[in-house]
């Protein structure tokens, strides 16, 4: 009898320790001035091919480069390999202080609608993928705790056909820095059955500073009005528009 409460009290122990670690998946599509409808930016920022230097990933505010070398409290513990060509370039991040892992993946510019689609995919649940670090087992993509799509607005340009399904399980938490994107993306989120705890009213510059604030909120299990103040704070921080400019700017719920 013993012998099972201990073997009961492990396993309990494991699957709580387990549903503790929290997982992130950002998809970004790089900035590319030839394949997307965007006021172009300098040659070396805007070329969707070069993840090393674009403006959404390799620049100083892109999302690799902003979390490995501007915030502390993340490392980024290895870049891993995908099957998709479309991904040019996937790196897994650890939060220093809670067990939290981001997968941040490098969209092909010219894979803009791709990656649109994969992102709402996995915020229908669909796309479940595993990754092995350390010897944990790791779940992103449809089973990630929170999505995040970054880059241009494609859905201005064309359109997505999904076939959504319907999920019992809660609402995955979606964040879109993308301008526009709560108009543009409404439809699929809604059809996706996700909770857009962040998106965008106006043009913005969707640069890793304002994920970073959303996403550090988010951790603290912060409302979505809190969330969407911390990200203003950011924005205005670094873009100086103002605090009434960056408020009206972002937009939680529908």
Not at 23 to 34: E, S
Not at 70 to 85: A, V
Request: hydrophobic share 35%; net charge positive; proline share 2%.
């Amino acid at each position: 009898m013993k012998k099972t409460i201990v073997l009961f009290l492990i396993s309990f122990i494991a699957v709580k320790s387990f549903s503790q670690t929290k997982t992130i998946h950002v998809f970004v599509a790089l900035c590319d001035n030839k394949n997307q409808g965007i006021v172009p930016v300098p040659k070396k920022l805007g070329n969707g091919q070069d993840p090393k230097n674009n403006l959404y990933w390799g620049a100083l505010y892109g999302v690799k480069s902003f979390f490995k070398y501007k915030k502390k409290d993340w490392k980024m513990i290895s870049t891993l390999k995908t099957n998709s060509s479309d991904i040019l370039e996937r790196v897994l991040f650890k939060h220093k202080t809670r067990d939290v892992y981001l997968l941040a993946d490098a969209y092909d510019g010219k894979k803009i609608k791709t990656c649109t689609e994969d992102f709402l995919k996995a915020s229908n649940h669909q796309n479940e993928e595993n990754i092995i670090t350390d010897s944990i087992k790791l779940k992103f993509g449809g089973a990630s705790n929170l999505i995040a799509y970054v880059g241009h607005d494609g859905l201005m340009e064309f359109d997505v056909n999904i076939d959504y399904q319907k999920c019992k399980e809660k609402k995955k938490d979606v964040i879109i820095l993308a301008c526009f994107s709560k108009h543009y993306f409404s439809k699929e989120i809604k059809q996706a059955n996700a909770n857009p705890l962040l998106w965008t009213t106006n043009l913005m510059a969707p640069e890793a500073y304002t994920l970073d604030a959303s996403i550090t909120t988010w951790l603290k299990q912060s409302s979505s009005l809190q969330i969407k103040e911390s990200a203003a704070k950011a924005y205005h921080k670094y873009q100086k528009c103002g605090m009434r400019g960056a408020r009206s700017l972002f937009s939680s719920g529908f």
